[in-house]
């Protein structure tokens, strides 16, 4: 066998049967490259006698020819070949059930305060915010808790410096929004504002962080008959139940004038108080679940506004408080604990929120 012929057994079934793409790429390299096998036989052409050069050059040239198809034809296999791995590697079973996170929950104080605003939305109440660090002013003293009144010691609170060296307060209710909404609305008003309120509190029942939600319409000629029929129509709608029976008891709160403390009837059920029925009966009681009242004369004032031509009502109340009450939790302190499993217990679907337009129980 010539030398030729010799590197042709070598080369073509070594192209042939070249396992990767980058193996092909070095047997091209060693054969057609400047320094390959075949370009070297090319260069000994130049050399030749004419005769020579005649019977030489088509061998030599059907060797490269060869040589060049046989590595065309390889790659276009292995490239063949490492599509179809890249694909099969690649490939999306979208019959598959989806990776998904595991499903959030609603926690129930925001399952009670959306609940609310829906409630009082229905009524014409819009909702009003403020801010958590409060000043000396809103927080008491527009409210007609001035600076020596003893009814500031009912709440304990958490004072902070305010950045112009003047104290602030962690706001001890949400009544500050009262004076906030009527200072920058004119009346009619009709607002509800839930939120954060803080007190230097801790046990089964107070955290120093909670939430409450404020009421205050303001109009003209409004009575404690409004107040009433709006109290018993939220309850109603909160806690499901036509059987609510409502219960005024005079009390004090220095924003008000008079002052009433709502009570609602309760039954006792499996030695759980449970929401409704007439507190009088012999299985039941009464439970207070709102401050509230006529708005004092003097905080109208505060605000800019004449008492002579406007009156309105406020309530508050505690919304961990009204959740616990609907939901059946009975220690506070879990609602803020972050502990996942009270979560799962009480919370709420976030795809599956239980809402009056939404539907209840779902
Ligand atoms: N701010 C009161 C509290 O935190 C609750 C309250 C009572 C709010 C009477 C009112 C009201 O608007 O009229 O204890």
Redesign the pocket.
Known sequence: MSDLDQLRADLIPAIEQAPALDALESMRVSALGKQGSITALLKTLGGMTPEQRTSEGPRIHSLREAVTDAIAARKAVLEADALAAKLAAERVDLTLPADMPPPGGVHPVAQVMDELAEIFADMGFAVATGPEIEDDWHNFTALNIPETHPARA??DTFYVDGPDGERRVLR????PV?IRTMTSQKPPIRIIAPGR?YRSDSDATHTPMFH?I???VIDKGITLAHLKWTLETFLKAFFERDDIVLRLRPSY?P??EP?VEVDVGFTWIKGKRVIGGDGNAADGGWMEV????M?HARVLENCGLDPNEWQG?????GVDRLAMLKYGMDDLRAFFDGDIRWLKHYGFGALDVPTLSGGVGA
């Open positions: 009912m709440h001890t209710h949400t009544s009262q309120v409450q404020e009421g205050l709160f924003f008000t002052g709102l401050g509230s009242g708005v009502f406020a309530f508050g109340t």
